[in-house]
């Protein structure tokens, strides 16, 4: 599967040319991540890419989901230590 950027993907079926889909899906979050994956199976479903592809695109999706997850709670961490520190700043003033 060799796709370049902005270039729009199409198969042949039975003669037919078939546009893809989709073109340069928003992957901000994991809801997006996973309406896309849902996307990238109903097309390998009905034949409109092949499974072995599909496969790699949802593989690739779950690696962004697991950062956009590593990001969520790496903020989550640093605003509960920024809390942390401002409470304990607020509990022990400096004289």
């Known amino acids: 599967m060799t796709r370049k950027r902005n270039q729009k993907h199409t198969q042949v079926v039975e003669g037919t040319v ?3 889909t989709h073109h340069s899906p928003r992957l901000a979050n994991v809801k997006d991540c996973r ?7 109903r097309e390998a479903r ?6 072995k592809d599909a496969t790699r695109l949802v593989y690739m999706l ?7 997850r590593d990001n969520e709670l790496e903020q989550r961490i640093e605003r509960l230590e920024e809390a942390h520190e401002a409470e304990f700043k ?5 004289t």
């Open 46 to 51: 009905i034949g409109l890419i092949d499974t």
């Open 18 to 20: 078939i546009p893809a």
């Open 62 to 68: 779950g690696t962004i989901v697991a950062t956009i």
């Open 90 to 94: 607020k509990s022990h003033p400096t």
């Open 35 to 41: 309406r896309e994956m849902a996307a990238v199976y």
